[in-house]
């Protein structure tokens, strides 16, 4: 008897207007640069000016093939000329990269706006360096990201780990954890007691305190100050290791163990290591820390490092010392034996001018302490080029207060220039060194730049830089073509300056109007990402309107898949998920720790704001790599290799990126870099060439590519433009869905922070090849055909041309995205009876045929729970949406599957749906 199948998708297959109402209404194609930036910038000109007319002519060419790809936004110079239509820009959106540019070309965004955005600092109230309490090895949100709590110090102090030990500090480390009660809360810090002042000193019981507290004003019944670095906005922030039922660090009616003493030693492998010691005599450190690499990178600026303290005034005179700051900045590696030398801020280029000043604080009154005047003359010519060792004298005078207060400390001299002006590669090394003379209790430490110290700590910077938003945004923020700023791959600690613009971008914006401070992400960790979606956005939780992740795999000399396709696999493994590049050492337990991991998984978390919430999700925007690059010497006229060197990306690698994309939950494409450009130095070699000069990746010569000459697409434009047309017609599709997941092939698990569990195995095997042709199946109608067909062409019958009776291997080399459906009238909510797959072929370039790597893929389901018996299986990627598979819940685990053919790099996109079977 006929079965009729009764689809519930029909509607959603015809309904365009569904779409009218969801959220994210645009698939995003983005291309980083276009021509008119060529025109506002001219890139490196060989010698000879360029043609003005010329630079426009081929701003327009690419205007129009930039048109042909569908391209919506486009990272450029926003002005009159480029947000207004013309042949210049037609219709895409400028994201307005000139927000970082106006520093050197200010025009209608001045230099301040340009300058301020890269400010590097720690909001001292959410994220300062924590001291006191253990120092635990852990940077997730429950231990705010490292930057330690109110009962736990920063990782990155005082800690047990050889590894974030300074070589240099004491052998002994004096002091103890205690806990006090500071302005409305409790939170543990270091003490430290001169030594003969031992079993003298108590610290206060909790009646004491409060009793002190009322004599202060303080009212028991108000709010007390919420927990460090929590955000009661952010879901995820737990509060951050304090509980107020649970006991304290310490019987706070007993005196602090003074007979804590840590001591360096080496242990039996040599080494360093702390263990207890008691006695405590003469100078000691009482803190110590290492500063990630990755923090405090403005190397060409003046920097600020605060300590937050108190001390028991009493009778000392004025002038007694109390402790010392000594900070040394070295090589983050191959540093050999300098960070064995002894501190000597003399010796060591960092030794300070000999004049004393003073910093207003937060308070406006001049208690931050910058040099004393009896510190040691600085010695230039006895220094060492990459060891700087700076000390800072802290005495009585500079507290001016009887709580814990600010002071802080800084020279002229205290940068990081020998290291480069944007540095990645040095230690920043701190200790501070007890005097022993007065009481004192250390809360934490704070560093920032001086461009910190003037948006934040002084007048006019800020209210400067909101006047020139204003300025910009009254002039073209209503215009069709703006869409928003751009602030490309920002370092962690500009995460509060950040803030700031974004609270005044959107203050400032027209009401129709939706600007944030968008820009690329970086090759950055889960850490990085999830301390910048706590902290960068604003109070109401709004952070970006998107997130866009960029990351490219394919570096120069990389392997083609014919010739290493391992060796493409593990690229393509840390393009996905990159475990060697570490914020912290590893620890005793030798432990991953995926807070230190990077790559497309993380993006996607950070997406989702680490959550299975999907009201504070916002759609990622994956880059696709299209061009190569290369280092040249301008003065010898030959390449040279350089550390950001990238080869070309072949036709099925550029689909590949895009297809992993979406099987990671991907809602839009940026693609780098959409022009060729000339800097001075290095040339990036994007989707056109000089038409009279065109680039060849194997020739040594270099090559001399001119922008105000006629452009042409390059087959990387024609690869991209097919691939993206591939997806076109399942944008609406993807812009419907919600990510839950992806399951490797490889290993047949879930990746991390999968939440659904629909997949049993997908295994695969490889196409027969077609007849005589040597070409895999590339999913031709015909098998005979021969044909190049779409990297996305999935039309093909099995039995017919591939021969299905080669067994599957029980692997496959597969990524499979899980996608949830959310309502089309509620983006919140999920339909529980639709799911998508999204499966990618990894293989790509098997030979040097461009149509090689094709696989069968056989997919098993687990029991859907879809609330239907009986459901469909559909691939939504192919014309007329052909359905794969009818299957049922009652049927056995190894009947319950489907199978698909993906060309080399390919994707597609499934649909399972319930079905009514009616006889």
Partial sequence: MKKIIIILFALFLSCETLFAQIRDTTFPIIAFFDGYVSYKIPPFNWGKEFNAEGLKRSAETISEYFDSLGVTHSVSWADEVSTTPSPLNRKRKILNMHLEWSKDYPHLLGKETGT?????????????????????FNISPDYNFGFGT????????????????????????????????????WVTVRFALPSGEIGEQTTPNRNQVYNQNQDQGYDPNQNQKQDRGYDPNQKQNQDQGYDPNQKQNQDLNQSPDRELKKQIKNDENGERVLTINSGFQGKKHIVYGKIFRMMFTNGNLQHYFAVKAKIDKRNYPDDTEVFRVQIRVLPASNNGSLAELPFDPETHRGALSPKSNFLPGED????????????????????????????????????????????????????????????????????????????????????????????????????????????????????????????????????????????????????????????????????????????????????????????YPFQAGHPRGFQDQTAVQKAIENFIEYKNERVLPRDETGREDPWQFMGLLTAIEAAKNFTPDLSDDIPLTSTIQVSGSRGFNPEKGEYVRGALDLRFPSKQEIALQGNLALSFGAKGFMFYMGTTRVDYGM??????????????????SLNKQRADNPQIPNERYWALKEFLESVKPIEKFILRTSWAGTFSGNTQTYRRSAGADWIARVNGKRANPQNGTGNYGNGAANPNGGEDFSVNNSNYDPAVNFGNDTPFEKFSDTETGLLQLTRWNNFYQIEPDTIFLYITNKIVDETEDPNSGGRIIEVYLNHLNLGYKNYSVFDMSSPGQPQLAALSESMSDDLRKFEIFLPGGGGRLIMIVPSIQVR
């Fill in 683 to 700: 040339i990036t070699f994007g989707l056109f060439d000089d038409a009279t000069n065109p680039y060849n990746e194997n020739s040594a």
């Fill in 150 to 185: 109110k009962t736990s110090s920063s990782v990155w102090f005082n800690s047990t780990n050889p590894d974030l030990i300074p070589k240099w500090i004491t052998p002994e480390i004096a002091g103890s954890d205690t806990t006090v009660y500071d302005n409305g809360e």
């Fill in 116 to 136: 301020y955005i890269k400010a590097q600092g720690q909001d001292r109230e959410a994220y300062p360096f924590q001291i006191g309490g253990s120092s635990i």
């Fill in 364 to 551: 406006g009154d001049k208690n931050s302490k910058v040099a004393d005047e009896k510190n040691q003359q600085h010695t230039e010519e006895t220094s060492s080029p990459l060891l700087k060792d700076f000390e800072f004298i802290v005495r009585k005078r500079d507290f001016t207060s009887d709580g814990f207060q600010w002071i802080t400390l800084t020279d002229p001299n205290l940068n990081f220039k020998e290291f480069g002006a944007v540095t990645v590669d040095k230690n920043i090394e701190i200790g501070i060194l007890y005097s022993n003379l007065i009481p004192v209790q250390i809360d934490a430490i704070s560093v920032h730049d001086e461009l910190y110290q003037s948006f934040f700590y002084e007048k006019g910077a800020k209210e400067t830089v909101r006047s020139q938003l204003k300025s910009f945004i009254d002039s073209l923020g209503s215009t069709e073509l703006f869409g928003s700023f751009y602030d490309d791959e920002p370092f962690l600690l500009t995460a509060n300056v950040r803030k700031e613009y974004t609270k005044m971008v959107r203050e400032l914006a027209p009401g129709n109007k939706s600007f944030d401070i968008a820009g690329a992400s970086g090759v950055y960790w889960r850490w990085h990402f999830g301390f910048d979606r706590t902290y960068a956005a604003l109070p109401a939780g709004f952070y970006k309107n998107y997130f866009i992740f960029d990351n």
